[in-house]
């Protein structure tokens, strides 16, 4: 082979073979307790030009553009914030963090791709913003861009996540694991990969490839197209968990292997008893993301502000607003926004539910029957959700009609 070809991480068991290859140095030296910072550097590196090269290659500048554009504007604000306690410009800066990805975000819209597009561009936009908003408050005191950067272009998390946050993460590069706890970082990570490879690989090539096909063909032409759309809706579902909970797998585990702990974005979301704990279940890092530094800070501001009398009202609002804002950022799209003003409507009506249900907790049995009928109900609704998500109606419509 002449050249290594461009690899999306995580698609192929090449980039596996990779791994274990370019790995080897690494583990040997976390073996003995000790981290060779150029080595990890050669590692973010090697992979990052694996991931952007070839036609990529111009991904690979807009994310070169990218990282120097964060960067100055954080030591700017930094900068700012260490002599003047004015939020104006707090406001500012949050805007000119998320501004690449509204650009790139609107751009098809205009009839053209952005040239500032490239792959997790969205991620590193949460990453960004987060630290900004820590400046802000206080909680961050000390800015190094080398350390910035670091945190940034983490290879294992940099194009869908684990959304993990600064201080966490700089604990891990300043603090290398011990020997002990590295070994069982290393165990954790092999039996993550594993585990990823038969989520991603397995379960989710046969759902995506056979399952989610046939169903599609019944929706489309069968003679029973309700029950293709049921199907439909289960299977997709099924294949949406297991492709990105593999992938997340696949980063939490070469994140152990390097010796950081990433943390995780599942916990067997399926299981849960409402709508409010599949968030604390899904996605996690995004989800917790979404309620720490959009919906809290807006509660606070409406409560403070004394906009809406109740609580309970502001609540609804933030919830509306925060999936309002999670649905566009998923495309500007009606099936993305419809599917974030739902999980609104949800979440609402979960929350009036468990008023009702504390004020009149005598009258209500509770029993795992009826936790097994909150966990079927909750199940079904995300179902009908990743339905919309998927944008199979916006294909129905246009085949029936």
Same mark, same amino acid.
């Given at each position: 082979?002449?050249?290594?070809?461009?690899?999306?991480?995580?698609?192929?068991?090449?980039?596996?073979?990779?791994?274990?290859?370019?790995?080897?140095?690494?583990?040997?030296?976390?073996?003995?307790?000790?981290?060779?910072?150029?080595?990890?550097?050669?590692?973010?590196?090697?992979?990052?030009?694996?991931?952007?090269?070839?036609?990529?290659?111009?991904?690979?500048?807009?994310?070169?553009?990218?990282?120097?554009?964060?960067?100055?504007?954080?030591?700017?604000?930094?900068?700012?914030?260490?002599?003047?306690?004015?939020?104006?410009?707090?406001?500012?800066?949050?805007?000119?963090?998320?501004? =690449?990805?509204?650009?790139? %975000?609107?751009?098809?819209? /205009? +009839?053209?791709?952005?040239?500032?597009? $490239? @792959? !997790?561009?969205? &991620?590193?936009?949460?990453?960004?913003?987060?630290?900004?908003?820590?400046?802000?408050?206080?909680?961050?005191?000390?800015?190094?861009?080398?350390?910035?950067?670091?945190?940034?272009?983490?290879?294992?998390?940099?194009?869908?996540?684990?959304?993990?946050?600064?201080?966490?993460?700089?604990?891990?590069?300043?603090? =290398?694991?011990?020997?002990? %706890?590295?070994?069982?970082? /290393? +165990?954790?990570?092999?039996?993550?990969? $594993? @585990? !990823?490879?038969? &989520?991603?690989?397995?379960?989710?090539?046969?759902?995506?490839?056979?399952?989610?096909?046939?169903?599609?063909?019944?929706?489309?032409?069968?003679?029973?197209?309700?029950?293709?759309?049921?199907?439909?809706?289960?299977?997709?579902?099924?294949?949406?968990?297991?492709?990105?909970?593999?992938?997340?797998?696949?980063?939490?585990?070469?994140?152990?292997?390097?010796?950081?702990?990433?943390?995780?974005?599942?916990?067997?979301? $399926?299981?849960?008893?409402?709508?409010?704990?599949?968030?604390?279940?899904?996605?996690?890092?995004?989800?917790?993301?979404?309620?720490?530094?959009?919906?809290?800070?807006?509660?606070?501001?409406?409560?403070?502000?004394?906009?809406?009398?109740?609580?309970?009202?502001?609540?609804?609002?933030?919830?509306?607003?925060?999936?309002?804002?999670?649905?566009?950022?998923?495309?500007?799209?009606?099936?993305?926004?419809?599917?974030?003003?739902?999980?609104?409507?949800?979440?609402?009506?979960?929350?009036?539910?468990?008023?009702?249900?504390?004020?009149?907790?005598?009258?209500?049995?509770?029993?795992?029957?009826?936790?097994?009928?909150?966990?079927?109900?909750?199940?079904?609704?995300?179902?009908?959700?990743?339905?919309?998500?998927?944008?199979?109606?916006?294909?129905?419509?246009?085949?029936?009609?």
């Amino acid at each position: 082979m002449d050249y290594i070809p461009y690899l999306t991480p995580y698609e192929t068991p090449f980039y596996f073979i990779l791994i274990g290859l370019f790995f080897i140095p690494s583990i040997i030296l976390s073996l003995r307790g000790k981290r060779s910072m150029w080595y990890q550097n050669f590692l973010t590196i090697l992979f990052l030009w694996i991931s952007f090269a070839g036609p990529n290659m111009g991904q690979g500048m807009a994310l070169i553009i990218y990282i120097v554009w964060q960067l100055l504007l954080t030591i700017i604000y930094f900068k700012y914030r260490q002599k003047n306690n004015k939020s104006g410009w707090f406001y500012l800066a949050v805007f000119l963090n998320i501004l =690449p990805m509204i650009i790139i %975000k609107v751009s098809p819209f /205009l +009839g053209h791709q952005s040239a500032l597009a $490239f @792959l !997790g561009y969205s &991620y590193l936009t949460f990453k960004a913003v987060q630290v900004v908003m820590e400046i802000r408050d206080g909680i961050i005191k000390e800015f190094k861009p080398t350390y910035y950067i670091q945190f940034l272009i983490f290879f294992p998390t940099i194009s869908s996540g684990p959304i993990d946050r600064y201080r966490r993460f700089l604990n891990d590069y300043l603090n =290398p694991p011990d020997q002990d %706890k590295y070994v069982g970082l /290393l +165990g954790k990570g092999i039996q993550s990969i $594993f @585990l !990823g490879f038969l &989520y991603k690989f397995i379960i989710g090539y046969v759902l995506s490839t056979h399952l989610l096909t046939y169903v599609e063909g019944v929706a489309l032409g069968g003679s029973h197209p309700i029950w293709g759309v049921i199907g439909y809706m289960y299977v997709y579902s099924m294949y949406l968990f297991f492709d990105f909970a593999g992938y997340s797998l696949f980063a939490v585990g070469v994140s152990y292997l390097l010796g950081y702990e990433t943390p995780i974005n599942f916990n067997k979301p $399926f299981s849960s008893p409402n709508i409010k704990e599949f968030w604390n279940r899904w996605n996690m890092t995004l989800s917790f993301w979404f309620r720490d530094y959009v919906y809290m800070r807006l509660m606070f501001t409406l409560l403070k502000k004394k906009v809406f009398k109740s609580r309970v009202v502001a609540s609804n609002v933030g919830y509306f607003a925060l999936f309002f804002l999670m649905g566009i950022w998923h495309g500007l799209t009606w099936y993305y926004i419809v599917y974030g003003l739902y999980h609104a409507l949800l979440i609402c009506t979960n929350d009036a539910w468990l008023r009702y249900k504390k004020k009149n907790k005598e009258h209500l049995p509770s029993n795992k029957w009826t936790k097994a009928l909150a966990i079927f109900i909750t199940f079904n609704a995300v179902c009908f959700s990743f339905l919309i998500f998927s944008g199979f109606f916006d294909v129905l419509i246009k085949h029936y009609l």
